[in-house]
């Protein structure tokens, strides 16, 4: 039986099939390239290939091409009895995953306590985007640190991704120290976009904001002409610009440049999320958006997330809606987040009204009441998921509220 480069056997009837899926979950798991091309050869050269056909269903749906996951699901599932009993359980947690259900965590928890080694499962629990992250738990950033803590002597000294990842949950519970120094070994080891994203995490939140733009330049120059990683790292970017003083106009040419869904759509959720909060951003610092990329990303917005429920693409829907100036669509939104299943009854359901209702305010230059909703509320923002950069957002727009109300009563 063949296995993979963590001695784990898969049940595939070839080499070619084998190689492939190899190849094709390396790409997924650097994050410069989906492996759709590859997972899609494993599957054709060996078309009962169960674990294959739900690796590929996991790629193309959390890269946006939807049409055909239902179909390698549904095959992965009816090819579970000729499967191992490993690629039974990850099956079992990507069809999970895949539906939002509320099992999810447990079964990867439970699969990953007995296969430690599955990079590509314990891949979905730990991460901005993982299913801690969006667990609902106050917690998840340290569970993520702990996880990974014990399962440390279950992957070598050199394995980059394990590395990569421990820089990226240490730099988000503030163990700097660890993060750069596990995150430049993983990049020593390979100049990924994985790698290099970590890293950029490190420097935002040392505030090194003239390494972070050198590195991210460089990066840019030898790796991001064709990597899936170029617009999330042009949005770190940007926000080090912000840190170093660049206007909002500077920060709106980079959006129409380079982070424009018709200039770069690598991933819907990457590139709503990068591109709503960064045009908030703008918002924040005074800078009036131009009508058609407003609509344009209130577009984008209605294609991939058009219900509410998700709750860390349902914050950028509320920024997405307050740059719109549409009060019955903020109606509409806000609305939806108390009839939510997901969130009824759920601090995270009152939080996303009072985020809503905040951020709308300051929107309409309301800023006594934008600091009324927002102030009990900014601490849940942990809730959201996401990473550090990404829901400091709340606090941004609550502190651009206090100092819009003291310039005013000035």
């Excluded at 996880?147 to 440390?152: E, I, Y």
Aim: glycine fraction near 6%; hydrophobic fraction near 45%.
């Amino acid at each position: 039986m063949f296995k993979d480069n963590y001695d784990l056997e898969l049940s595939c009837a070839s080499a070619a099939a084998c190689s492939a899926y190899l190849a094709g979950i390396d790409n997924a798991l650097r994050l410069d390239h989906p492996g759709i091309r590859e997972l899609t050869e494993a599957v054709d050269r060996d078309p009962d290939f169960a674990l294959a056909h739900a690796a590929l269903a996991r790629q193309l749906q959390i890269h946006g091409l939807t049409e055909k996951v239902a179909g390698h699901l549904d095959r992965a599932v009816s090819l579970k009895p000729v499967a191992t009993r490993r690629e039974q359980s990850a099956i079992d947690v990507i069809v999970a995953a895949a539906h939002f259900r509320e099992d999810a965590l447990k079964l990867a928890s439970r699969h990953t306590e007995e296969f430690p080694r599955d990079l590509f499962i314990l891949s979905h629990i730990v991460g901005p985007f993982g299913l801690l992250a969006f667990s609902g738990q106050r917690a998840w950033r340290e569970e993520n640190v702990a996880l990974l803590d014990a399962l440390k002597n279950s992957y070598p000294e050199d394995d980059w991704w394990y590395l990569s990842t421990l820089s990226f949950t240490a730099a988000e519970v503030g163990d700097l120290v660890a993060a750069r120094k596990y995150g430049e070994h993983a990049w020593r080891l390979s100049e990924n976009g994985n790698c290099a994203h970590s890293l950029a995490h490190v420097h935002f939140e040392e505030a090194a904001v003239d390494e972070g733009m050198d590195f991210i330049d460089k990066w840019l120059g030898t790796h991001g002409a064709d990597s899936d990683m170029r617009h999330h790292l042009v949005w770190h970017l940007a926000l080090l610009l912000r840190e170093k003083g660049a206007p909002a106009s500077e920060l709106l040419a980079i959006y129409e440049r380079e982070l424009d869904p018709r200039v770069s759509d690598p991933m819907p959720l990457s590139t709503f999320s990068d591109n709503a909060a960064l045009l908030w951003r703008c918002r924040l610092s005074g800078l009036e958006i131009p009508a058609d990329i407003r609509q344009d990303l209130a577009d984008y917005a209605d294609r991939h997330y058009p219900n509410s429920g998700f709750a860390f693409a349902d914050i950028h829907r509320i920024m997405s809606t307050a740059l719109h100036d549409s009060d019955s669509e903020r109606r509409a939104l806000a609305d939806g987040f108390s009839r939510a299943k997901d969130y009824s009854g759920t601090r995270l359901g009152v939080a996303l009204v009072r985020y809503a209702e905040g951020f709308y305010a300051f929107a309409s230059r309301d800023f006594a009441t934008a600091i009324e909703r927002l102030e009990p509320v900014v601490a849940d923002s942990v809730l959201l998921g996401g990473s550090n950069p990404q829901r400091r957002i709340v606090e941004e727009t609550y502190r651009a509220a206090l100092n819009a109300r003291i310039e005013a009563n000035a």
